[in-house]
């Protein structure tokens, strides 16, 4: 119904840039949050960044100042781009949509990405 796909993780040096991508397709009409949680080895999922509809953005404080979301509501794609990177940024990077609203019904649950592995090491 709701699927989101992400792309754009891989292998980074410290100090280095990536841009993440997620794209949502199904029966939308609108995606009220769109934003990337991420999950480090050992650790529990967190939030990095989420953006409203309307461009209201929250960032978690560790990542403030080197990364940047983004979103264009027109592709349903959410993006995030990720500078000046350190090693403790290495985790899976997961896409989430919430308020999502399909056929004119919003939907209550979140709905997740698959994950792309973000890797930084020299």
């Known amino acids: 119904q709701v699927q989101l796909v992400e792309s754009g993780g891989g292998l980074v040096q410290p100090g280095g840039s990536l841009r993440l991508s997620c794209a949502a397709s199904?029966?939308?009409?609108?995606?009220?949050?769109m934003g990337w949680y991420r999950q480090g080895p050992g650790k529990e999922r967190e939030l990095v960044a989420v953006?409203?509809?309307?461009?209201?953005?929250n960032y978690a404080d560790s990542v403030k100042g080197r990364f940047t979301i983004s979103r264009d509501n027109a592709k349903k794609t959410v993006y995030l781009q990720m500078n000046n990177l350190k090693p403790e940024d290495t985790a899976v990077y997961y896409c989430?949509?919430?308020?999502?609203?399909?056929?004119?019904?919003?939907?209550?649950?979140?709905?997740w990405g698959q994950g792309t592995q973000v890797t930084v090491s020299s």
């Open positions: 989430d949509a919430d308020g999502v609203v399909v056929a004119g019904i919003r939907m209550p649950q979140h709905y």
């Open positions: 953006m409203s509809s309307s461009g209201t953005t």
């Open positions: 199904g029966t939308i009409f609108i995606i009220n949050n």
